[in-house]
Antibody, heavy 116, light 108 residues
Framework: EVQLVESGGGLIQPGGSLRLSCAAS????????MHWARQAPGKGLVWVSR????????TYADSMKGRFTISRDNAKNTLFLQMNSLRAEDTAVYYC?????????WGQGTLVTVSS | SYELTQPPSVSVSPGQTARITCSGD??????AYWYQQKSGQAPVLVIY???KRPSGIPERFSGSSSGTMATLTISGAQVEDEADYYC???????????FGGGTKLTVL
């Protein structure tokens, strides 16, 4: 059974940093591109970033580029999202996701709240 | 930056056909995907690669794409299909992904 479990969310002050993790199981983690998406309260889904199976190729949404860094540890089947210089508008549920055609699974998300 | 445009809301009566559109300049060359999200839950893939249906998704869900518009069709919509629906695709470079703004489907 495929499982994706995010962690690391919480309350953080503006300008602060946070590192999210996503523990994956039930599939060959290193073979798949992995993604992060987010959803602000009451708003739509926003794609954040993706990383290839080897960890050598990354892409970011324009609004996150330079502040967010995606990475992975294939030995530990774990995906990360390092978020720096956080702003109030980064408040959202952050989801990790694996997607390849019909093979598409999401975690339940972790809530990040940026507020003073 | 690249955008996918969806209507904010669609409303149908039970048993009617619901159609949700998604427009984007790169859609003639890039696949569209459709996600269903019910309140408080993670999204679920209902259509991939324009028109393919994952296993476990009811046959009443179908997808099509023509030119710069992709369409999700729910034939004989049921009350349990009430949800937010998002299209998803790639920009023309193939690097960045994007979600549409979402469409709230009401079935009543």
């Amino acid at each position: 059974e495929v499982q994706l479990v995010e962690s690391g969310g919480g309350l953080i002050q503006p300008g602060g940093s946070l590192r999210l993790s996503c523990a994956a199981s039930g599939f060959n983690f290193s073979r798949y591109w992995m993604h992060w998406a987010r959803q602000a309260p009451g708003k739509g889904l926003v794609w954040v970033s993706r990383i290839n199976g080897e960890g050598s190729n990354t892409t970011y949404a324009d609004s996150m580029k330079g502040r967010f860094t995606i990475s992975r540890d294939n030995a530990k089947n774990t995906l990360f999202l390092q978020m720096n210089s956080l702003r109030a508008e980064d408040t959202a549920v952050y989801y990790c996701r694996v997607s390849s055609g019909a093979f598409d699974y999401w975690g339940q998300g972790t809530l990040v709240t940026v507020s003073s | 930056s690249y955008e996918l445009t969806q209507p904010p809301s669609v409303s149908v009566s039970p048993g009617q056909t619901a159609r949700i559109t998604c427009s984007g300049d790169a859609l003639p060359k890039k696949y569209a995907y459709w996600y269903q999200q019910k309140s408080g839950q993670a999204p679920v893939l209902v259509i991939y690669e324009d028109s393919k249906r994952p296993s476990g998704i009811p046959e009443r869900f179908s997808g099509s794409s023509s030119g710069t518009m992709a369409t999700l069709t729910i034939s004989g919509a049921q009350v349990e299909d009430e949800a937010d629906y998002y299209c998803y695709s790639t920009d023309s470079s193939g690097n960045r992904r994007v979600f549409g703004g979402g469409t709230k489907l009401t079935v009543l």
